[in-house]
């Protein structure tokens, strides 16, 4: 859910609830602090993953991440100040950068090494594109059924694909392989 993407309209809806007119330095200012509590989270978020690594599996914490981004994203623009909206955006900081950092190790766990740059690349790539067009088609839809409606979509959505991956009967054995990868010839190419 490319939530930070959606943050100055977040923004512009917490100052048009709270002033009733959209000043834009207000506007501004919120937008700004709700990127930084982003950032903060994920900092937080990418350093504790290994730390929860060593006490949860790993299936276990994506899917609590994941879970607990699917709430946050379906209240975030429902929160009545902006203090409890940049608490929510820390926490989905956190969420992300948890789930990120859990499938860059997926990858490099289970990519050949000779094709491990190769397939992060994909990974990313994927991602980016991913992000800009779920944001695209995010934005599409908020205006058409507003901001809130679409953030209780993406969440019950989100929460969805939790519940799907956790009932699938090799997900959890999969995320979870600890197998090494077994090295495979490399051939170069012409």
């Known amino acids: 859910v490319p939530f930070m993407g959606l943050a100055p309209a977040t923004a512009r809806l917490l100052v ?49 991440a994941r879970g607990a981004a699917a709430a946050l994203v379906t209240v975030h623009a429902q929160l009545p100040t902006v203090w409890l909206t940049m608490a929510a955006f820390a926490l989905m900081g956190a969420a992300s950068a948890t789930m990120f950092a859990s499938f860059s190790g997926i990858v490099q766990r289970d990519a050949p090494v000779a094709q491990r740059g190769r397939v992060l690349s994909w990974q990313q790539g994927t991602g980016g594109l991913a992000y800009g067009v779920g944001l695209f088609v995010q934005g599409a839809l908020a205006d058409v059924v507003g901001l809130v409606p679409l953030f209780v979509g993406a969440g019950v959505l989100t929460a969805a694909v939790v519940v799907a991956c956790r009932v699938a009967p090799r997900w959890a054995s999969i995320v979870d392989a600890e197998v090494a990868v077994a090295a495979r010839p490399v051939t170069a190419r012409a």
């Open 16 to 64: 048009e609830r709270d002033a009733g007119t959209p000043d834009e330095q207000a506007v501004a200012s919120v937008v700004g602090r709700l990127f930084a509590a982003q950032g903060i989270g994920a900092v937080v978020g990418s350093r504790g993953v290994a730390n929860v690594r060593t006490r949860v599996r790993r299936c276990t914490g994506i899917a609590g």
